[in-house]
């Protein structure tokens, strides 16, 4: 089982004059959301659930995927990791032995999150725009094991 967090591609700034969640991705960032979509729809398995924040960047994101996705406010701003796993359902996730399910949402809790996960302990890492990190769960001597599978930034493709 896998899971995968993406983060929104570049957005336009915030100025004060729109709401936080109605930003949209800059032509910059249409372009970051294509090229990691291009790259994960080259590896994803058939069996794929993609869940996404309520903002208007992070679908735009998600929306480059071509797969159909589900809007899940427990991952918008200002969500923890708490609400992030939960959305999940992490460990036993949402998708069946095989499947992946991909989070598509915001700094800092993602790079919170991808702390948690690899130390155990919550920690603001960063995560740029557009990058994704994609874990792995498995069972190894009847212990379960997080693996991190790789880290994709949109700038390297």
Known sequence: MDLI?????????????????????????EKQARKM???????????????VSPTERTQQTAHALGLPFEIEPRIG??????DLLAAAGWPSLKVSRGGTLILVGHQPTLGRLA??????????????????WWFSRRTRE????????????????
């Open 5 to 29: 967090l993406w983060r929104h591609a570049e957005a336009e700034d915030g100025d004060g004059r729109m709401p936080d969640a109605k930003r949209r991705l800059t032509a910059r960032g």
């Open 37 to 51: 979509a291009a790259w994960l729809n080259a590896r994803l398995p058939k069996q794929t659930v993609v869940l």
């Open 77 to 82: 701003i200002g969500a923890d990791c708490a």
């Open 115 to 132: 702390a948690l996960l690899l130390s155990g302990v919550e920690a603001d890492w960063p995560f740029k725009k557009g990058a994704v």
């Open 142 to 157: 009847g212990e379960d094991q997080i693996v991190l599978r790789t880290v994709m930034g949109a700038d390297l493709l």
